[in-house]
């Protein structure tokens, strides 16, 4: 007889959205909230409802101006919300007034990215590093929060005099952990440091872009491995490698996590070791989604954030990935629109042209998820490999075929 399973069914939690856009901001608000919106569906929260204000600057004390503060307040009592999220990091006093106010969670987008890393980290270096961050940002805000800290205490070494405050004390459990984190991963950096040093004589190529642009689907097309692809934000955290082997040419392909706009300083910095596979690879595949309708802010946010953490490779090829997703927005747009109006949507030959003639870097244009174009990206690959092994080994002939 079969056994019968129940599967607990977790309700997402109702949240509303509060965005800020402030004088002389270049990038749409909607841009960002439409992402928010992405993220919290993430973070399985079902947004009801979103609250935008234009300021010139932020209120010191609560971020948004007090009318808007009553009108979020009034909206969340009578409605049964369990979450309100802000798009913008806010300080410890303005996360704590706001709690205060609304008597309701309140995350900015920075604890949102936190939160979906701890859901969706899966190896222990991953969740160290995503603990390393979370401390990090809440160090500066444990005034009134997490007093829960309190039951911890009695493992942790920590000396509590008669008359210390509770805060002081759960301040220095944190810096403990912090260090002891630290410690850990700069253990395991050692180890992987190593690790590539072993590897290093074949040519390293790693995939990076915006999240959720299609890098899993691809890695696993190019090593014919099983690695985990949702229609989520941040659906792989760690960095997967494989050996891969076109006709005689090996090199290593890794996966990366996708990188976002406000990426929070706490993960790009707990994250580095994940992101050496990026910044010491030899060929980058740079991940585009051109169905998105922001995909060149996307480019941007990816180049920035190569910049940071000082990537220098040999090679960059821009891989502009979902064409079929493309080609069928492009037909649907030609039904709705007149050939004369303003805003035209390019054709996918258009763009192709547009971007060939663009960027200085081999381009190549596929659909991941339909196999279309993918022996015209391996062949590039392949091409790209070999000329890093003929600069390395010019009088090794037959290095490729000895691997």
Excluded: C
């Amino acid at each position: 007889m079969i056994e019968k399973r129940e599967y607990t069914v977790i309700q997402p939690l109702k949240a509303v959205l509060v965005g800020v856009e402030l004088k002389g901001q270049k990038t749409p608000l909607q841009e960002y909230l439409d992402e928010l919106k992405f993220l919290a569906t993430t973070y399985n929260a079902e947004t009801v409802k979103i609250f935008t204000q234009k300021l010139d600057k932020p209120d010191p004390a609560t971020f948004i101006g007090k009318g808007k503060a009553e009108e979020i307040k009034n909206y969340v009592d009578n409605n049964s919300i369990d979450l309100i999220i802000f798009d913008d990091e806010l300080s410890p006093a303005q996360q704590r007034n706001l709690e205060k106010f609304f008597q309701k969670r309140v995350m900015d987008r920075t604890l949102l990215i936190l939160e979906i890393f701890v859901q969706r980290a899966k190896t222990s270096y991953a969740k160290t590093q995503v603990q390393l961050a979370q401390y990090e940002y809440l160090l500066p805000r444990l005034t009134g929060m997490w007093t829960h800290l309190e039951r911890q205490r009695g493992g942790t070494g920590t000396r509590g005099g008669a008359g210390e405050k509770e805060i002081e004390t759960d301040r220095r459990i944190i810096k403990n952990k912090i260090a002891q984190l630290k410690k850990q991963l700069k253990d395991i950096d050692k180890q992987m440091i190593t690790q590539r040093k072993n590897r290093s004589q074949l040519v390293r190529v790693a995939l990076v872009g915006y999240t959720n642009v299609g890098k899993s689907t691809l890695m696993n097309l190019l090593s014919k491995s099983k690695v985990f692809v949702e229609n989520k934000l941040f659906a792989t955290l760690d960095t997967t490698t494989r050996k891969v082997i076109l006709d005689t040419t090996p090199f290593l392909l890794s996966d990366t996590v996708g990188f976002i706009r406000k990426l929070p300083h706490q993960l790009i910095e707990s994250f580095k070791s994940t992101l050496d596979e990026a910044r010491e690879a030899d060929i980058l595949l740079h991940v585009v989604d051109i169905s998105h309708p922001n995909f060149e802010e996307h480019i941007k946010v990816v180049q920035q954030t190569l910049h940071e953490i000082k990537a220098n490779p040999e090679t960059i090829i821009m891989v502009f990935n979902k064409i079929d997703l493309y080609q069928s927005q492009y037909e649907a747009f030609k039904k709705t629109h007149s050939l004369l109006e303003e805003d035209q949507l390019p054709s996918l030959d258009e763009l192709k042209k547009t971007w060939m003639q663009h960027l200085n870097d081999p381009v190549v244009f596929i659909s991941a998820e339909k196999k279309i174009n993918i022996n015209e990206l391996r062949n590039l690959i392949k091409t790209k490999v070999e000329e890093i092994y003929h600069k390395r080994y010019p009088y090794v002939s037959s290095y490729l075929h000895l691997q």
